[in-house]
């Protein structure tokens, strides 16, 4: 009996995948069909999807763009389609989407409002996209928070010159003092100096320069303010602001001096046990109570300081929990490395908790930003206040949806933009390693 072997001396050519395996029919037998339960519900799914398309499809492209009134789109409506249901009547947009955007800011200045977007871009442009964009930036990002304001209420433009003036004196004695005093008590003397400047000097010295060389804008009220514009402006203050301060008060409650732990541990417990639309009314209504008579602090302005602090609680937590989510060894490297407090803060403990942070920060952001609708409530004629005003209009009396959607759609875009460039951060940063 022989034993035959045979050893192969050329390799088979190499042969194409199965069809059913790439290409569109792989993806969908994979990602869809991989089984009889993923069948059913990818069924399903389609019919469900099938459905809402059905109904939203007509709703937004067989509408009405043109007309004056709801009753002249429901005319409208019937003549091409035989029905007004499940038709949408986006001429209260066409009409009323100025209005909406900058509530009843002069129409001849929206190019302040507009401006002042395009600068606040201009302004975060170094700050986001610090690889991408020239340092060069930061300059229009230093003067921006003085150069805002200005924009949009007008007046003088030595008011807020003044102003920036206090952040120098400020900052000068807390570089001349360091040395000389300490940190601390530099730093001190430094918000002391800044303040005294602001109370006694800064309206004396924007006096003097108006009445020498006057420049000033239109003056606009803060009642003309609404709209989009106004979320945004609330928006921006609050999320700008609260984030310095919360750090601020994370690094507070974690102190070891009794006095600065509890004054942070008690605002932050209180703040974030208090809806925000009772710090609203407590702007709107009561402080004025407790101010000199005769005085007139702006409602905006005390919108801007609630909301900011009402952020700003919410912030500092977040931020706590990066710091308690950092091993001890990063205190205890700082330490070996000679550092101080403030130097390990700044250059080893902070800029990783806030790395750890950033779902929870941009989270904190888009809650504020969605919260500045609440500003109706106490009577600001913000984007959603203005629909009530718009419905009120017996030309479009009973129109909802469309307003609605209008608006959702502006916060969608905001908040979206949020949430992408969060998750654009932590690729950066690698948060996940």
């Known amino acids: 009996m022989s034993d035959l072997s045979f050893v192969r001396t050329e390799m088979l050519p190499e042969q194409a995948p199965p069809a059913s395996e790439i290409g569109v029919v792989g993806w969908l037998r994979h990602n869809l069909?991989?089984?009889?339960?993923?069948?059913?519900l990818t069924v399903i799914s389609l019919l469900a999807i099938y459905g809402v398309l059905s109904v939203l499809?007509?709703?937004?492209?067989?509408?009405?763009?043109?007309?004056?009134?709801?009753?002249?789109?429901?005319?409208?409506?019937?003549?091409?389609?035989?029905?007004t249901h499940g038709h949408a009547c986006w001429a209260v947009i066409n009409e009323r989407w100025l209005q909406l955007l900058f509530g009843f800011y002069p129409p001849e200045l929206y190019w302040r409002p507009i401006l002042a977007l395009v600068l606040l871009v201009a302004a975060l442009a170094p700050i986001l996209f610090a690889d991408r964009v020239s340092s060069k930036l930061l300059i229009v990002t230093a003067i921006y928070p003085f150069i805002m304001p200005w924009l949009m209420w007008g007046g003088s433009v030595w008011g807020?010159?003044?102003?920036?003036?206090?952040?120098?004196?400020?900052?000068?004695?807390l570089k001349y003092a360091t040395n000389a005093m300490g940190e601390l008590i530099a730093l001190i003397a430094a918000v002391v100096s800044a303040l005294i400047w602001w109370v006694l000097l800064a309206g004396v010295f924007a006096g003097a320069l108006d009445?020498?060389?006057?420049?000033?804008?239109?003056?606009?009220?803060?009642?003309?303010?609404g709209g989009f514009m106004l979320a945004i402006l609330l928006g921006v203050v609050a999320i700008g602001c609260?984030?310095?301060?919360?750090?601020v008060l994370a690094l507070g409650r974690q102190s070891h001096l009794p006095i600065v732990k509890w004054l942070c541990v008690c605002f932050i417990e209180f703040i974030r046990g208090v809806p925000?639309?009772?710090?609203?009314?407590?702007?709107?209504?009561?402080?004025?109570?407790?101010?000199?008579?005769?005085?007139?602090?702006?409602?905006?302005?005390?919108?801007?300081i609630m909301v900011t602090l009402f952020a700003s609680a919410y912030m500092a937590e977040v931020i706590r929990g990066g710091l308690a989510a950092l091993p001890r060894g990063q205190y205890?490297?700082?330490?070996?490395?000679?550092?101080?407090?403030?130097?390990?803060?700044?250059?080893?403990?902070?800029?990783?908790?806030?790395?750890?942070s950033i779902p929870g920060i941009v989270s904190t952001f888009i809650g504020v930003f969605k919260d500045t609708t609440l500003v109706s409530i106490i009577g600001l004629f913000d984007v959603i206040g203005l629909t009530h005003a718009i419905r009120a209009d017996t030309a479009w009396n009973g129109i909802y949806w469309e307003l609605f959607a209008f608006i959702a759609l502006l916060f969608f875009v905001v908040c979206f933009s949020m949430s992408r460039y969060s998750m654009y951060l932590e690729r950066r940063l690698k948060t996940g390693h």
């Open 57 to 83: 499809i007509p709703y937004v492209f067989q509408s009405v763009w043109n007309a004056e009134s709801l009753n002249e789109c429901r005319e409208i409506m019937l003549a091409n389609w035989g029905s």
């Open 242 to 247: 609260s984030l310095p301060i919360g750090i």
């Open 276 to 304: 925000l639309i009772t710090l609203l009314f407590v702007a709107s209504l009561l402080l004025n109570i407790f101010l000199p008579p005769g005085s007139n602090f702006d409602i905006i302005l005390r919108v801007m």
């Open 211 to 225: 009445a020498i060389l006057p420049f000033a804008l239109e003056s606009v009220q803060s009642r003309q303010f």
């Open 332 to 356: 205890e490297g700082a330490d070996s490395l000679g550092l101080d407090y403030w130097q390990s803060q700044r250059l080893i403990i902070m800029p990783q908790a806030l790395k750890i």
């Open 33 to 40: 069909f991989s089984g009889w339960i993923n069948s059913i």
């Open 160 to 173: 807020p010159v003044s102003i920036a003036l206090g952040f120098v004196v400020g900052f000068m004695v």
